[in-house]
């Protein structure tokens, strides 16, 4: 269920808070789920793994906001057909074409995103 993902995932918040990068990455074949798991749908029961995890880092955000401060930068990207899609942008422009993402090899070998 999508409570069940959740629960497995749940501590990487902790890592989040704790300061670290985290990078969850649904793959496999076509039609296998990794939308539904991801995002969910239909009512907060649905509510998929990026939802439920949104609420739950801000929701901890605003209990530590007393005594921390707390920046939050994120990326939401959907990587198909070999080719990157800021889903930000496609939020905020259903109907517009997102810019294209490259995928960069940077000078010590980091990988990196490029507008």
Do not use: H
């Not at 076509?30 to 995002?39: A, C, E, H, P």
Request: aromatic share 10%.
């Amino acid at each position: 269920s999508q409570v069940e993902v959740f629960e497995e995932t749940e501590s990487l918040i902790d890592s989040v808070l704790d300061g670290y990068n985290v990078c969850v990455f649904a793959y496999g074949q076509t039609g296998s789920g990794k939308t539904w798991t991801m995002t969910g749908g239909g009512g907060a029961d649905n509510a998929g793994l990026t939802p439920r995890s949104m609420t739950t880092l801000f929701t901890r955000i605003g209990e530590m906001s007393r005594t921390e401060d707390v920046q939050v930068s994120s990326y939401f990207l959907e990587l198909y057909n070999d080719g990157l899609v800021d889903l930000y942008f496609k939020l905020d422009n259903p109907r517009g074409e997102a810019p294209k993402l490259d995928i960069k090899l940077g000078e010590r070998g980091a990988r990196g995103m490029g507008w």
